[in-house]
């Protein structure tokens, strides 16, 4: 059974951090590409960074400099370091694992992250 579990969101004041985690269980980590995604309310489900599994990283324009995307692969997780938030970074963070020739595809729960003013 393929698992991914979120953790680490809550609650920041405007220019906090928090650290995103998504431990995995079920499949081969190392050889997926790894992802973070947002959704905020009333919008659809939008991408945030990606790691690939060779540790090429790429980032939305709206987070390039504030947020860094990393895996551990020994430890089956992924991590999304987020600094400098602000209010339109409010959403639930959810992870995606994605095999390189494109399926299967699996998400997590999510991650709830509120930014306020």
């Known amino acids: 059974q393929v698992q991914l579990v979120e953790s680490g969101g809550g609650m920041v004041q405007t220019g906090g951090s928090l650290r995103l985690s998504c431990a995995a269980s079920?499949?081969?980590?190392?050889?997926?590409?790894m992802s973070w995604y947002r959704q905020s309310s009333g919008e659809q489900r939008g991408w945030v960074a990606t790691?690939?599994?060779?540790?090429?990283?790429s980032y939305a324009n709206s987070v390039e400099g504030r947020f860094v995307i990393s895996r551990a692969n020994a430890e089956s997780t992924l991590y999304l370091q987020m600094n400098n938030l602000q209010p339109e970074d409010t959403g639930v963070y959810y992870c995606k694992a994605s095999h390189p020739r494109g399926s299967p595809v699996f998400w997590g729960q999510g991650t709830p992250v509120t930014v306020s003013s």
């Open positions: 790691v690939t599994r060779g540790g090429i990283t």
């Open positions: 079920g499949i081969i980590f190392s050889v997926n590409d």
